[in-house]
């Protein structure tokens, strides 16, 4: 079906564009995207620690949304923008018609890439951990961190005891899933941190040899599988666990604050309500005090003129005795 012939009809046919070991195909209207991810395929193509791919690979673009998940088949994850099936040296990727949650397509590649790569030098030796971790670490996607930073599972569930155990997290849901990608992208940093020169190209070289990823850890970092792990949990935790606090912390007081506001308008109306009564009654304590001092004033007219005031002339009516409005 992702053979060029074989792909159905959609605002013209199908093409197909091809430099070094890379084929694309995509449709018209992804062409310039095509081409693009091509150009920056070819340019950067050897990934950390693995000796150059040669493995010929082919990249599907897929024009919308269904036909992204007829080629992916229903395996693939609802939130995926691309997915490698390693066996078939293929990829396929939401073209330009893609949400934005689909991410930096030119990222998306060359992470779908780096599964290809390092699929075609160890096989199937590497657990699901390590084959996202190693993704994301190529593809630096350092924003990955982030993620940890403001994590809620990080505090409510502290971090997994082993980085096998994140298995299912990568099938559960986009929130668990980023949680999981995160913590695998950080574990495989810090192991290619563990030889500052050499990276991770030594250990994968034992990792072949010896086809146990304990062996190879022993050889390349003199450290245990289970020791890195251990390491791993208690500087995962020193760096995160406390920005995780904090940023649930201000979840929490965000929260509250939506709370508390309706509470507030309440007892702000109350407040207003009490306000307009206290105003009416000033208002009728400063009628009176002005009638009184109206009452005192024409008083004391009254008795300062030595002749009483002339009377009003007929026909007009004499000053209202409230107030004017
Ligand atoms: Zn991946």
Do not use: C
Request: charged residues 20%; hydrophobic residues 45%; proline residues 7%.
């Amino acid at each position: 079906m992702l053979a060029p012939a074989a792909l159905p009809a959609q605002a013209g046919a199908a093409q197909r564009l091809d430099r070094g070991r890379f084929t694309f195909v995509a449709f018209p209207k992804d062409l310039p995207l095509a081409r693009s991810l091509l150009d920056a395929a070819a340019q950067n193509d050897t990934f950390p620690g693995l000796a150059r791919p040669v493995a010929h690979v082919l990249v599907a673009i897929a024009p919308d949304a269904q036909r992204f998940r007829e080629w992916t088949g229903p395996g693939a994850p609802d939130w995926g923008a691309a997915i490698a099936i390693p066996d078939q040296h293929r990829i396929v990727m939401q073209g330009s018609a893609a949400g934005s949650d689909a991410g930096d397509p030119r990222a998306v590649l060359r992470h779908e890439l780096a599964h290809l790569a390092l699929h075609e030098a160890l096989g199937d030796l590497p657990p699901r951990w390590f084959d996202e971790g190693y993704a994301g670490y190529a593809a630096g996607e350092w924003d990955r961190s982030d993620v940890l930073a403001a994590s809620v599972g990080l505090v409510m569930h502290g971090i997994p005891s082993s980085l096998d155990s994140l298995e299912d997290d990568f099938h559960g849901g986009a929130s668990r899933a980023s949680g999981a990608y995160a913590l695998a992208y950080r574990a495989v940093s810090d192991i290619a941190a563990l030889d500052q020169r050499r990276g991770l190209s030594l250990f994968f070289e034992y990792w072949k040899q010896t086809g146990s990823m304990d062996r190879a850890m022993r050889q390349a970092f003199g450290i245990t599988q289970s020791g890195f792990e251990a390491e791993w949990r208690t500087r995962t935790m020193r760096r995160y666990g406390a920005l995780a606090v904090a940023a649930n912390l201000t979840v929490l007081f965000a929260l509250l604050a939506f709370l508390l506001v309706p509470l507030l308008w309440v007892r702000r109306r109350r407040d207003n309500r009490r306000m307009a009564v206290l105003r009416a009654v000033e208002a009728a304590n400063d009628r009176a005090a002005r009638s009184s001092a109206l009452d005192a004033l024409l008083a004391s007219a009254l008795k300062t003129p030595a002749s009483p005031p002339p009377p009003p002339p007929p026909g007009t009516r004499s000053a209202p005795a409230d107030e004017e409005h």
